[in-house]
Protein backbone atom coordinates (compact mmCIF):
# COMPACT_ATOMS: atom_id res chain seq x y z
CA UNK A 1 0.00 0.00 0.00
CA UNK A 2 3.04 2.46 0.58
CA UNK A 3 4.73 1.85 -2.82
CA UNK A 4 1.35 2.36 -4.53
CA UNK A 5 0.90 5.06 -2.40
CA UNK A 6 4.39 6.64 -3.53
CA UNK A 7 3.55 5.90 -6.83
CA UNK A 8 0.34 7.40 -7.10
CA UNK A 9 2.31 10.28 -5.67
CA UNK A 10 4.82 10.52 -8.17
CA UNK A 11 2.53 10.23 -10.70
CA UNK A 12 0.36 13.69 -9.12
CA UNK A 13 3.80 15.31 -8.95
CA UNK A 14 4.62 14.46 -12.22
CA UNK A 15 1.10 15.74 -13.77
CA UNK A 16 1.28 18.58 -11.56
CA UNK A 17 5.06 19.59 -13.17
CA UNK A 18 3.83 18.66 -16.53
CA UNK A 19 0.91 20.96 -16.35
CA UNK A 20 2.75 24.07 -14.81
CA UNK A 21 3.14 27.49 -16.31
CA UNK A 22 6.66 26.53 -17.66
CA UNK A 23 6.67 22.54 -17.45
CA UNK A 24 4.00 22.41 -19.71
CA UNK A 25 6.55 24.24 -21.67
CA UNK A 26 9.67 22.21 -20.88
CA UNK A 27 7.74 18.77 -21.26
CA UNK A 28 5.93 19.57 -24.54
CA UNK A 29 5.64 17.92 -27.52
CA UNK A 30 2.78 20.15 -29.49
CA UNK A 31 4.10 21.62 -32.80
CA UNK A 32 3.28 25.34 -32.02
CA UNK A 33 5.00 25.24 -28.56
CA UNK A 34 7.87 23.85 -30.04
CA UNK A 35 7.73 26.27 -33.47
CA UNK A 36 7.42 29.15 -30.95
CA UNK A 37 10.69 27.97 -28.43
CA UNK A 38 12.41 28.04 -31.92
CA UNK A 39 11.62 31.00 -32.72
CA UNK A 40 12.27 32.91 -29.61
CA UNK A 41 15.66 31.27 -29.09
CA UNK A 42 16.17 32.08 -32.42
CA UNK A 43 15.51 35.52 -32.17
CA UNK A 44 17.80 35.80 -29.15
CA UNK A 45 20.62 34.68 -30.91
CA UNK A 46 19.78 37.12 -33.55
CA UNK A 47 19.55 40.02 -30.68
CA UNK A 48 23.65 38.60 -29.79
CA UNK A 49 24.54 38.12 -33.48
CA UNK A 50 23.31 41.80 -33.92
CA UNK A 51 25.20 43.41 -30.99
CA UNK A 52 28.43 41.19 -32.24
CA UNK A 53 27.71 43.49 -35.81
CA UNK A 54 27.45 46.70 -34.17
CA UNK A 55 30.66 46.24 -32.66
CA UNK A 56 32.18 45.00 -35.92
CA UNK A 57 31.15 47.83 -37.78
CA UNK A 58 32.24 50.14 -34.76
CA UNK A 59 35.45 48.99 -34.79
CA UNK A 60 35.39 49.83 -38.25
CA UNK A 61 34.20 53.30 -38.41
CA UNK A 62 37.50 55.27 -38.54
CA UNK A 63 40.37 54.40 -39.60
CA UNK A 64 43.33 53.21 -36.91
CA UNK A 65 40.42 52.07 -34.62
CA UNK A 66 41.36 50.57 -31.24
CA UNK A 67 37.41 49.61 -29.82
CA UNK A 68 38.79 45.96 -29.54
CA UNK A 69 41.96 44.02 -30.05
CA UNK A 70 42.83 41.75 -33.26
CA UNK A 71 42.52 38.38 -31.32
CA UNK A 72 38.70 39.83 -29.69
CA UNK A 73 38.22 40.75 -33.39
CA UNK A 74 38.77 37.36 -34.77
CA UNK A 75 36.41 36.16 -32.14
CA UNK A 76 33.29 38.49 -32.73
CA UNK A 77 33.83 38.40 -36.65
CA UNK A 78 33.47 34.52 -36.49
CA UNK A 79 30.79 33.99 -34.04
CA UNK A 80 28.92 36.90 -35.73
CA UNK A 81 28.77 34.88 -38.81
CA UNK A 82 28.40 31.77 -37.00
CA UNK A 83 25.27 32.72 -34.78
CA UNK A 84 23.53 34.71 -37.74
CA UNK A 85 23.45 31.02 -39.72
CA UNK A 86 23.59 28.30 -37.70
CA UNK A 87 22.01 29.80 -34.48
CA UNK A 88 19.21 32.19 -36.41
CA UNK A 89 18.34 31.48 -39.57
CA UNK A 90 18.57 28.04 -39.75
CA UNK A 91 16.65 27.17 -36.55
CA UNK A 92 13.95 29.99 -37.03
CA UNK A 93 13.27 28.60 -40.52
CA UNK A 94 13.08 25.31 -38.51
CA UNK A 95 10.39 27.35 -35.87
CA UNK A 96 8.19 28.47 -38.62
CA UNK A 97 8.07 25.32 -40.47
CA UNK A 98 7.17 23.45 -36.54
CA UNK A 99 4.31 25.75 -36.40
CA UNK A 100 2.96 26.36 -39.59
CA UNK A 101 3.71 23.27 -42.14
CA UNK A 102 0.81 21.05 -39.89
CA UNK A 103 -1.65 23.49 -39.74
CA UNK A 104 -1.33 24.22 -43.77
CA UNK A 105 -1.64 20.82 -44.47
CA UNK A 106 -4.57 19.74 -42.22
CA UNK A 107 -2.27 17.74 -40.14
CA UNK A 108 -2.87 17.37 -36.25
CA UNK A 109 1.06 17.34 -35.52
CA UNK A 110 4.63 16.42 -36.99
CA UNK A 111 5.02 13.68 -37.49
CA UNK A 112 7.56 12.41 -34.80
CA UNK A 113 6.33 14.65 -31.79
CA UNK A 114 9.01 13.30 -29.49
CA UNK A 115 12.19 13.70 -31.80
CA UNK A 116 10.37 17.05 -32.72
CA UNK A 117 11.47 18.14 -28.96
CA UNK A 118 14.68 16.67 -28.90
CA UNK A 119 15.48 18.45 -31.90
CA UNK A 120 14.79 21.50 -30.32
CA UNK A 121 16.66 21.20 -27.36
CA UNK A 122 19.52 19.73 -29.03
CA UNK A 123 19.62 23.02 -30.67
CA UNK A 124 19.34 25.09 -27.06
CA UNK A 125 22.31 22.84 -26.00
CA UNK A 126 24.17 23.78 -29.19
CA UNK A 127 23.94 27.28 -28.81
CA UNK A 128 24.64 27.38 -25.33
CA UNK A 129 28.17 25.45 -26.04
CA UNK A 130 28.86 27.90 -28.38
CA UNK A 131 28.13 30.76 -26.42
CA UNK A 132 30.29 29.44 -23.91
CA UNK A 133 32.99 29.67 -25.82
CA UNK A 134 32.80 33.33 -25.09
CA UNK A 135 33.24 32.72 -21.03
CA UNK A 136 36.51 30.28 -21.44
CA UNK A 137 37.88 33.14 -23.73
CA UNK A 138 38.24 30.23 -26.70
CA UNK A 139 35.42 31.59 -29.33
CA UNK A 140 36.24 30.30 -32.79
CA UNK A 141 38.37 32.43 -34.55
CA UNK A 142 39.15 31.22 -38.10
CA UNK A 143 35.88 32.79 -39.65
CA UNK A 144 32.59 30.55 -40.12
CA UNK A 145 34.06 28.35 -42.75
CA UNK A 146 37.21 27.22 -40.13
CA UNK A 147 39.41 26.93 -43.47
CA UNK A 148 41.88 24.89 -42.51
CA UNK A 149 44.84 24.58 -41.70
CA UNK A 150 43.80 27.87 -39.64
CA UNK A 151 42.40 25.48 -37.48
CA UNK A 152 45.37 23.03 -36.88
CA UNK A 153 46.82 22.15 -33.70
CA UNK A 154 50.04 23.60 -34.75
CA UNK A 155 50.92 26.95 -35.53
CA UNK A 156 50.65 28.10 -38.98
CA UNK A 157 52.45 30.87 -40.93
CA UNK A 158 52.03 31.75 -44.77
CA UNK A 159 56.00 30.56 -45.33
CA UNK A 160 56.08 27.75 -42.73
CA UNK A 161 57.30 24.31 -43.86
CA UNK A 162 56.64 24.75 -47.57
CA UNK A 163 60.46 24.87 -48.94
CA UNK A 164 60.41 20.73 -48.91
CA UNK A 165 56.93 20.83 -50.50
CA UNK A 166 55.80 21.17 -54.60
CA UNK A 167 54.95 23.97 -56.20
CA UNK A 168 51.36 23.02 -56.52
CA UNK A 169 50.82 21.92 -52.40
CA UNK A 170 52.96 25.35 -51.73
CA UNK A 171 49.90 27.60 -54.10
CA UNK A 172 47.49 25.59 -52.87
CA UNK A 173 48.64 25.95 -49.04
CA UNK A 174 49.45 29.69 -49.75
CA UNK A 175 46.21 30.50 -51.39
CA UNK A 176 44.21 28.81 -48.45
CA UNK A 177 46.01 30.65 -45.60
CA UNK A 178 46.50 33.67 -47.61
CA UNK A 179 42.66 33.90 -48.28
CA UNK A 180 41.61 33.59 -44.95
CA UNK A 181 44.15 34.56 -42.70
CA UNK A 182 42.89 36.68 -39.46
CA UNK A 183 44.50 39.81 -38.74
CA UNK A 184 47.64 39.30 -36.76
CA UNK A 185 48.60 36.74 -39.90
CA UNK A 186 50.03 33.80 -38.01
CA UNK A 187 47.84 31.74 -36.43
CA UNK A 188 48.11 29.52 -33.66
CA UNK A 189 44.56 27.87 -32.42
CA UNK A 190 43.80 26.57 -28.98
CA UNK A 191 40.39 25.20 -27.84
CA UNK A 192 38.72 27.69 -30.19
CA UNK A 193 37.87 25.29 -32.99
CA UNK A 194 36.92 22.84 -30.48
CA UNK A 195 34.10 24.84 -29.55
CA UNK A 196 33.21 25.47 -33.37
CA UNK A 197 33.33 21.82 -34.26
CA UNK A 198 31.46 20.39 -31.34
CA UNK A 199 29.05 23.05 -31.33
CA UNK A 200 28.21 23.01 -35.39
CA UNK A 201 28.31 18.81 -35.29
CA UNK A 202 25.22 19.44 -31.94
CA UNK A 203 23.59 22.00 -34.23
CA UNK A 204 23.25 19.40 -37.17
CA UNK A 205 21.89 16.66 -35.52
CA UNK A 206 19.03 18.91 -34.28
CA UNK A 207 18.15 20.40 -38.00
CA UNK A 208 18.69 16.54 -39.44
CA UNK A 209 16.06 15.52 -36.74
CA UNK A 210 13.87 18.60 -38.14
CA UNK A 211 14.10 17.47 -41.57
CA UNK A 212 13.74 14.01 -41.75
CA UNK A 213 10.66 15.34 -39.40
CA UNK A 214 9.34 17.46 -42.30
CA UNK A 215 9.41 15.51 -44.82
CA UNK A 216 7.70 12.56 -43.29
CA UNK A 217 5.29 15.27 -42.14
CA UNK A 218 4.75 16.71 -45.67
CA UNK A 219 4.59 13.70 -47.26
CA UNK A 220 2.55 11.65 -45.13
CA UNK A 221 0.31 13.08 -43.22
CA UNK A 222 -1.60 16.06 -45.90
CA UNK A 223 -5.53 16.52 -45.58
CA UNK A 224 -7.49 14.50 -47.83
CA UNK A 225 -7.39 16.38 -51.30
CA UNK A 226 -4.37 18.41 -50.59
CA UNK A 227 -2.01 17.07 -53.72
CA UNK A 228 1.43 17.26 -53.89
CA UNK A 229 0.26 20.60 -56.45
CA UNK A 230 -2.15 21.93 -54.60
CA UNK A 231 0.18 22.23 -51.36
CA UNK A 232 1.20 25.79 -49.93
CA UNK A 233 4.58 27.40 -51.41
CA UNK A 234 5.64 27.35 -48.10
CA UNK A 235 5.28 24.41 -47.47
CA UNK A 236 7.19 23.02 -50.73
CA UNK A 237 9.90 25.41 -49.90
CA UNK A 238 10.25 23.60 -46.46
CA UNK A 239 10.34 20.14 -47.99
CA UNK A 240 12.88 21.03 -50.58
CA UNK A 241 15.07 22.87 -47.65
CA UNK A 242 14.73 19.51 -45.27
CA UNK A 243 15.77 17.38 -48.36
CA UNK A 244 18.85 19.71 -48.69
CA UNK A 245 19.61 19.21 -44.77
CA UNK A 246 19.73 15.49 -45.23
CA UNK A 247 22.02 15.32 -48.40
CA UNK A 248 24.50 18.79 -47.65
CA UNK A 249 24.87 17.94 -43.95
CA UNK A 250 26.75 14.97 -44.06
CA UNK A 251 29.55 16.56 -45.82
CA UNK A 252 30.13 19.12 -42.79
CA UNK A 253 30.07 16.31 -40.55
CA UNK A 254 32.86 14.76 -42.08
CA UNK A 255 34.66 17.69 -43.15
CA UNK A 256 34.63 18.54 -38.98
CA UNK A 257 35.49 15.45 -37.67
CA UNK A 258 38.64 14.89 -39.83
CA UNK A 259 39.53 18.19 -38.69
CA UNK A 260 39.04 17.07 -35.08
CA UNK A 261 41.08 13.81 -35.45
CA UNK A 262 44.04 16.47 -37.40
CA UNK A 263 43.98 18.14 -34.01
CA UNK A 264 43.89 15.54 -31.65
CA UNK A 265 44.58 11.61 -33.10
CA UNK A 266 47.62 12.86 -35.03
CA UNK A 267 46.12 12.13 -38.42
CA UNK A 268 47.39 15.00 -41.51
CA UNK A 269 44.22 15.39 -43.81
CA UNK A 270 44.97 18.96 -44.00
CA UNK A 271 48.69 19.23 -43.41
CA UNK A 272 50.10 20.09 -46.67
CA UNK A 273 53.37 19.72 -44.76
CA UNK A 274 52.51 16.05 -44.28
CA UNK A 275 50.98 15.16 -46.80
CA UNK A 276 47.48 16.58 -46.35
CA UNK A 277 45.53 18.75 -48.86
CA UNK A 278 44.18 21.95 -47.22
CA UNK A 279 42.07 22.41 -50.33
CA UNK A 280 39.96 18.89 -49.42
CA UNK A 281 38.39 20.73 -46.43
CA UNK A 282 37.30 23.81 -48.81
CA UNK A 283 35.99 20.87 -51.22
CA UNK A 284 34.28 19.11 -48.29
CA UNK A 285 32.84 22.66 -46.56
CA UNK A 286 31.48 24.23 -49.64
CA UNK A 287 29.80 20.73 -50.46
CA UNK A 288 27.65 22.06 -48.07
CA UNK A 289 28.26 25.80 -47.76
CA UNK A 290 26.65 26.37 -50.69
CA UNK A 291 23.42 23.95 -50.45
CA UNK A 292 23.36 25.77 -47.13
CA UNK A 293 22.78 29.19 -48.91
CA UNK A 294 19.55 28.11 -49.94
CA UNK A 295 18.81 26.30 -46.77
CA UNK A 296 18.59 29.77 -45.98
CA UNK A 297 16.50 31.40 -48.80
CA UNK A 298 14.10 29.05 -50.20
CA UNK A 299 12.22 29.02 -46.89
CA UNK A 300 11.69 32.99 -47.49
CA UNK A 301 10.58 32.47 -50.90
CA UNK A 302 7.83 30.23 -49.45
CA UNK A 303 7.10 33.14 -47.31
CA UNK A 304 7.05 35.82 -49.87
CA UNK A 305 4.80 33.61 -52.06
CA UNK A 306 2.06 33.05 -49.37
CA UNK A 307 2.69 37.24 -48.43
CA UNK A 308 2.54 38.59 -51.82
CA UNK A 309 -0.42 37.08 -53.18
CA UNK A 310 -2.77 37.27 -50.32
CA UNK A 311 -1.94 41.24 -50.06
CA UNK A 312 -2.42 41.74 -53.69
CA UNK A 313 -5.87 39.99 -53.91
CA UNK A 314 -4.82 37.27 -56.15
CA UNK A 315 -3.45 33.67 -56.96
CA UNK A 316 0.26 33.72 -57.33
CA UNK A 317 1.04 33.44 -61.14
CA UNK A 318 2.93 30.26 -61.86
CA UNK A 319 2.00 28.51 -58.70
CA UNK A 320 3.90 25.22 -60.69
CA UNK A 321 7.14 27.01 -61.94
CA UNK A 322 7.26 28.61 -58.22
CA UNK A 323 6.91 25.06 -56.73
CA UNK A 324 9.03 23.02 -59.26
CA UNK A 325 12.18 25.69 -59.47
CA UNK A 326 12.70 25.08 -55.47
CA UNK A 327 13.09 21.30 -56.55
CA UNK A 328 15.79 22.51 -59.34
CA UNK A 329 17.14 24.94 -57.52
CA UNK A 330 17.85 22.14 -54.97
CA UNK A 331 19.32 20.02 -57.57
CA UNK A 332 21.35 22.41 -58.69
CA UNK A 333 22.71 23.92 -55.69
CA UNK A 334 24.94 20.43 -55.34
CA UNK A 335 26.79 21.62 -58.48
CA UNK A 336 28.11 24.95 -57.92
CA UNK A 337 30.23 24.49 -55.19
CA UNK A 338 33.80 25.27 -56.28
CA UNK A 339 32.87 29.25 -57.16
CA UNK A 340 34.02 30.05 -53.75
CA UNK A 341 37.31 28.46 -54.49
CA UNK A 342 38.14 29.81 -58.37
CA UNK A 343 40.68 31.46 -56.75
CA UNK A 344 42.82 28.62 -55.38
CA UNK A 345 43.89 27.75 -58.88
CA UNK A 346 41.32 25.04 -60.19
CA UNK A 347 42.03 23.62 -63.91
CA UNK A 348 40.84 25.69 -66.02
CA UNK A 349 37.66 23.08 -67.37
CA UNK A 350 36.47 23.13 -63.37
CA UNK A 351 36.39 26.59 -63.29
CA UNK A 352 34.29 26.57 -66.37
CA UNK A 353 31.86 24.23 -65.44
CA UNK A 354 31.22 25.99 -62.39
CA UNK A 355 31.16 29.15 -63.82
CA UNK A 356 28.04 27.72 -65.96
CA UNK A 357 26.16 25.84 -63.35
CA UNK A 358 26.39 29.37 -61.28
CA UNK A 359 24.99 31.42 -64.04
CA UNK A 360 22.20 28.19 -64.93
CA UNK A 361 21.32 28.80 -61.19
CA UNK A 362 20.48 32.38 -61.34
CA UNK A 363 17.86 31.65 -64.40
CA UNK A 364 15.02 29.27 -61.90
CA UNK A 365 16.00 32.00 -59.47
CA UNK A 366 15.12 35.24 -61.19
CA UNK A 367 12.30 33.86 -62.66
CA UNK A 368 10.32 33.32 -59.76
CA UNK A 369 11.08 37.12 -59.02
CA UNK A 370 9.36 37.36 -62.20
CA UNK A 371 6.47 35.52 -60.93
CA UNK A 372 6.39 37.68 -57.54
CA UNK A 373 6.62 40.75 -59.53
CA UNK A 374 3.42 39.53 -62.18
CA UNK A 375 1.52 38.79 -58.81
CA UNK A 376 1.48 42.57 -57.68
CA UNK A 377 0.55 43.68 -61.33
CA UNK A 378 -2.65 45.03 -61.41
CA UNK A 379 -3.53 43.59 -57.99
CA UNK A 380 -5.86 45.11 -55.26
CA UNK A 381 -2.64 45.62 -53.47
CA UNK A 382 -2.56 46.43 -49.65
CA UNK A 383 0.26 48.37 -48.29
CA UNK A 384 0.37 46.30 -44.87
CA UNK A 385 4.10 45.88 -42.98
CA UNK A 386 3.59 42.28 -44.04
CA UNK A 387 3.58 43.69 -47.67
CA UNK A 388 5.97 45.94 -47.27
CA UNK A 389 8.37 43.66 -46.15
CA UNK A 390 7.49 41.15 -48.93
CA UNK A 391 7.98 43.67 -51.45
CA UNK A 392 11.35 45.18 -49.87
CA UNK A 393 12.39 41.28 -49.98
CA UNK A 394 12.01 41.47 -53.72
CA UNK A 395 14.37 44.34 -54.10
CA UNK A 396 16.93 43.49 -51.95
CA UNK A 397 17.13 39.97 -53.27
CA UNK A 398 17.23 41.08 -56.78
CA UNK A 399 20.51 43.23 -55.87
CA UNK A 400 21.97 40.54 -54.00
CA UNK A 401 21.37 37.96 -57.20
CA UNK A 402 22.81 40.30 -59.38
CA UNK A 403 25.88 40.62 -57.62
CA UNK A 404 25.76 37.11 -56.93
CA UNK A 405 26.28 36.82 -60.90
CA UNK A 406 28.77 39.04 -60.84
CA UNK A 407 30.85 36.53 -58.78
CA UNK A 408 30.40 33.76 -61.63
CA UNK A 409 32.29 35.92 -63.64
CA UNK A 410 35.91 34.19 -63.22
CA UNK A 411 38.19 37.29 -63.76
CA UNK A 412 36.10 39.21 -62.06
CA UNK A 413 35.82 36.96 -59.10
CA UNK A 414 39.73 36.93 -59.24
CA UNK A 415 39.82 40.37 -58.37
CA UNK A 416 37.10 40.87 -55.67
CA UNK A 417 37.40 37.32 -54.01
CA UNK A 418 37.72 37.74 -50.27
CA UNK A 419 36.97 41.74 -49.88
CA UNK A 420 34.08 43.59 -48.61
CA UNK A 421 32.17 42.70 -52.54
CA UNK A 422 31.67 39.67 -50.98
CA UNK A 423 30.82 40.30 -47.78
CA UNK A 424 27.88 43.20 -49.53
CA UNK A 425 26.53 40.46 -51.54
CA UNK A 426 25.86 37.68 -48.87
CA UNK A 427 24.53 40.72 -46.44
CA UNK A 428 22.17 41.34 -49.28
CA UNK A 429 21.10 37.72 -50.08
CA UNK A 430 20.42 36.81 -46.14
CA UNK A 431 19.56 40.08 -44.82
CA UNK A 432 18.52 41.90 -47.89
CA UNK A 433 16.32 38.61 -48.34
CA UNK A 434 16.03 36.26 -45.38
CA UNK A 435 15.53 38.58 -42.77
CA UNK A 436 13.49 40.94 -44.78
CA UNK A 437 11.23 38.12 -46.00
CA UNK A 438 11.17 36.28 -42.15
CA UNK A 439 9.49 39.91 -40.79
CA UNK A 440 6.56 39.68 -43.55
CA UNK A 441 6.05 36.39 -42.57
CA UNK A 442 5.93 37.80 -38.67
CA UNK A 443 3.45 40.46 -39.32
CA UNK A 444 1.70 37.92 -41.36
CA UNK A 445 1.44 34.90 -38.89
CA UNK A 446 2.02 36.80 -35.13
CA UNK A 447 -2.04 37.58 -35.23
CA UNK A 448 -2.11 33.42 -35.89
CA UNK A 449 0.71 32.55 -33.56
CA UNK A 450 -0.48 34.85 -30.64
CA UNK A 451 -4.37 36.02 -31.37
CA UNK A 452 -2.96 39.75 -31.36
CA UNK A 453 -2.41 42.33 -34.28
CA UNK A 454 1.05 44.03 -33.94
CA UNK A 455 1.06 47.45 -34.43
CA UNK A 456 1.29 48.46 -38.24
CA UNK A 457 2.60 51.93 -37.77
CA UNK A 458 5.89 50.78 -35.96
CA UNK A 459 6.26 47.63 -38.61
CA UNK A 460 6.12 50.83 -41.20
CA UNK A 461 8.59 52.60 -38.97
CA UNK A 462 10.96 49.45 -38.79
CA UNK A 463 10.63 48.61 -42.54
CA UNK A 464 11.95 52.21 -43.80
CA UNK A 465 14.60 52.40 -41.33
CA UNK A 466 15.74 49.25 -42.30
CA UNK A 467 15.23 49.77 -45.93
CA UNK A 468 17.64 53.12 -45.08
CA UNK A 469 20.15 51.31 -42.80
CA UNK A 470 20.50 48.02 -45.08
CA UNK A 471 21.39 49.95 -48.01
CA UNK A 472 23.42 52.30 -46.53
CA UNK A 473 25.33 49.70 -44.65
CA UNK A 474 25.94 47.04 -47.52
CA UNK A 475 25.73 49.15 -50.68
CA UNK A 476 29.20 51.13 -49.67
CA UNK A 477 30.61 47.44 -49.40
CA UNK A 478 30.25 46.99 -53.33
CA UNK A 479 32.47 49.70 -53.55
CA UNK A 480 34.95 49.08 -50.76
CA UNK A 481 35.62 45.72 -52.50
CA UNK A 482 36.06 47.27 -55.98
CA UNK A 483 38.73 49.64 -53.76
CA UNK A 484 40.27 46.29 -52.48
CA UNK A 485 38.90 46.39 -48.96
CA UNK A 486 39.90 42.36 -47.39
CA UNK A 487 37.33 40.86 -45.81
CA UNK A 488 38.30 40.40 -42.04
CA UNK A 489 39.79 43.45 -41.55
CA UNK A 490 40.51 44.43 -38.32
CA UNK A 491 41.30 47.86 -39.20
CA UNK A 492 43.12 50.10 -41.84
CA UNK A 493 45.42 53.19 -42.76
CA UNK A 494 44.03 56.42 -43.62
CA UNK A 495 43.80 57.84 -47.09
CA UNK A 496 43.01 54.34 -48.56
CA UNK A 497 39.91 56.12 -49.95
CA UNK A 498 38.16 53.50 -47.40
CA UNK A 499 37.36 56.20 -44.48
CA UNK A 500 33.74 57.58 -45.60
CA UNK A 501 32.64 54.49 -46.90
CA UNK A 502 33.15 52.59 -43.74
CA UNK A 503 31.76 55.68 -41.57
CA UNK A 504 28.59 55.10 -44.20
CA UNK A 505 28.56 51.57 -43.71
CA UNK A 506 28.52 52.20 -39.88
CA UNK A 507 25.67 54.53 -39.17
CA UNK A 508 23.76 52.23 -41.69
CA UNK A 509 24.31 49.41 -39.41
CA UNK A 510 22.54 51.52 -36.57
CA UNK A 511 19.57 52.37 -38.12
CA UNK A 512 19.41 48.52 -38.88
CA UNK A 513 19.49 48.40 -34.88
CA UNK A 514 17.45 51.47 -34.13
CA UNK A 515 14.92 49.16 -36.51
CA UNK A 516 15.33 46.27 -34.38
CA UNK A 517 14.54 48.57 -31.27
CA UNK A 518 11.89 49.62 -32.62
CA UNK A 519 10.46 46.06 -33.17
CA UNK A 520 11.18 45.35 -29.83
CA UNK A 521 8.94 47.83 -28.40
CA UNK A 522 5.95 46.91 -31.03
CA UNK A 523 6.38 43.17 -29.38
CA UNK A 524 6.33 44.60 -25.82
CA UNK A 525 3.16 46.61 -26.50
CA UNK A 526 0.78 43.98 -28.35
CA UNK A 527 2.10 40.84 -26.17
CA UNK A 528 0.92 42.71 -23.17
CA UNK A 529 -3.25 43.21 -25.29
CA UNK A 530 -4.96 40.70 -24.80
CA UNK A 531 -5.41 38.25 -27.52
CA UNK A 532 -8.78 39.65 -29.85
CA UNK A 533 -7.29 39.04 -33.37
CA UNK A 534 -9.70 37.37 -35.68
CA UNK A 535 -9.05 33.62 -37.20
CA UNK A 536 -8.77 35.51 -40.53
CA UNK A 537 -7.61 38.67 -40.00
CA UNK A 538 -6.02 38.61 -44.11
CA UNK A 539 -8.61 37.07 -46.09
CA UNK A 540 -6.26 34.77 -46.75
CA UNK A 541 -5.63 31.49 -48.74
CA UNK A 542 -4.40 28.54 -46.70
CA UNK A 543 -5.04 26.13 -44.28
CA UNK A 544 -3.92 27.77 -41.16
CA UNK A 545 -6.47 30.86 -41.07
CA UNK A 546 -9.27 28.18 -41.18
CA UNK A 547 -8.70 27.50 -37.39
CA UNK A 548 -9.08 29.83 -34.46
CA UNK A 549 -5.81 32.72 -33.54
CA UNK A 550 -4.34 30.95 -31.85
CA UNK A 551 -5.47 27.42 -32.58
CA UNK A 552 -6.45 24.89 -30.46
CA UNK A 553 -3.93 22.09 -29.18
CA UNK A 554 -5.80 19.63 -31.98
CA UNK A 555 -5.92 22.12 -34.70
CA UNK A 556 -8.93 21.59 -35.90
CA UNK A 557 -12.08 20.03 -34.97
CA UNK A 558 -12.42 17.93 -38.02
CA UNK A 559 -9.57 17.68 -40.82
CA UNK A 560 -10.90 19.91 -43.64
CA UNK A 561 -11.38 18.48 -47.10
CA UNK A 562 -9.04 20.54 -49.38
CA UNK A 563 -10.55 21.23 -53.12
CA UNK A 564 -8.44 23.52 -54.27
CA UNK A 565 -5.31 25.89 -54.03
CA UNK A 566 -6.62 28.33 -51.86
CA UNK A 567 -9.34 26.79 -49.82
CA UNK A 568 -10.03 28.99 -47.19
CA UNK A 569 -10.28 31.98 -49.77
CA UNK A 570 -12.73 29.84 -52.29
CA UNK A 571 -15.01 28.85 -49.26
CA UNK A 572 -15.51 32.45 -48.06
CA UNK A 573 -15.23 33.60 -52.13
CA UNK A 574 -17.12 30.85 -53.91
CA UNK A 575 -18.08 32.74 -57.26
CA UNK A 576 -14.63 33.85 -57.68
CA UNK A 577 -13.42 33.49 -61.46
CA UNK A 578 -10.53 32.77 -60.29
CA UNK A 579 -10.75 29.43 -58.66
CA UNK A 580 -11.96 28.17 -61.97
CA UNK A 581 -8.68 29.62 -63.81
CA UNK A 582 -7.07 27.26 -60.65
CA UNK A 583 -8.86 24.55 -62.28
Known sequence: MAVGSVATRGRAARRSWTQSAIGSWVTTTDHKKIGIMYIYTAFFFFLFGGVLALIIRTQLAAANNNLVSPEAYDQIFTMHATIMIFLFMMPIWTGFGNYLVPLMIGARDMAFPRINAL??????????????????????????????????????CLVQNVA?????????????????APAQGCFSPGANPDFWIVGINILG?????????????ILRMRAPGLTINRMPLFSWM?????????????SLTVASFLLLFDRHLGTHFYQAGFGGDPLLW?????????????????????????????????????????????????????????????AVGLPPLAQAFFASST??????????????????????????????FGLGFVGMFLIGGLNGAALAVVPFDYQVTDTYFVVSHIHYVLFGGSVMALFAGIFYWFPKMSGRMLNEGLGQIQFWLWMVGLNAAFFPMHILGILGMPRRQFTYPPNLGWDGLNFLSTIGAYFIGLGVLVFLVNWIITISKKPTAPSDPWDAFTLE?????????HNFDTIPVVRSRRPVYDLKHPDNPDWKNEH
Not at 124 to 136: D, H, K, M, R, Y
Not at 205 to 217: D, E, Q
Not at 310 to 338: C, E
Open 164 to 180: SQSVQAQAALAASTAAQ
Open 282 to 342: QHLFWSFGHPEVYILILPAFGIISEVLPVFSGKPIFGYTFVAWSGVTIGFLSFTVWAHHMF
Open 359 to 388: TLIAIPTAVKIFNWVATVYGGRIRFTAAML
Open 545 to 553: WATTSPPPV
Open 238 to 250: MMVTSFLLVFALP
Open 119 to 156: GYWLFLIGGIVLSLSFVFNSAPNAGWFSYAPLTEATPT
Open 205 to 217: IASLTGAINFIVT
